[in-house]
């Protein structure tokens, strides 16, 4: 598990989920596949964003990216958490993960 505290000064939560990934494979981010097979970057970062600026919103957003479940609160407790998936989970855009 790989976790990654999103700070305020950080331009883009997909942009960290990425990051994220590409430390937990080893794989360089170039080399990973578009987050937008995963989810949409701009929506995760709007709801991110209205988290961070004082709404009230609960809850997280989960998703599977390169064989890798992701987690990103939107409580206001900005840890984005990835746990690598079963290696069958791996195929779900297509492609294998490490």
Do not use: K
Request: charged share 25%; proline share 7%; no cysteine.
């Amino acid at each position: 598990m790989v976790t990654h505290e999103h700070s305020a000064e950080d331009d883009s939560v997909a942009v960290d989920v990425v990051l994220l990934v590409a430390e937990r494979t080893g794989v360089e981010p170039a080399d990973l596949p578009p987050i937008e097979e995963a989810i949409d970057p701009d929506a995760l970062d709007a709801l991110f964003a209205s988290a961070r600026t004082g709404g009230t919103q609960r809850g997280y957003v989960e998703f599977t990216y390169y064989g890798h479940h992701v987690t990103v609160p939107l409580d206001g407790d900005r840890t984005i958490t990835v746990v690598s998936e079963p290696a069958a989970a791996a195929s779900d855009s297509g492609r294998s993960a490490p």
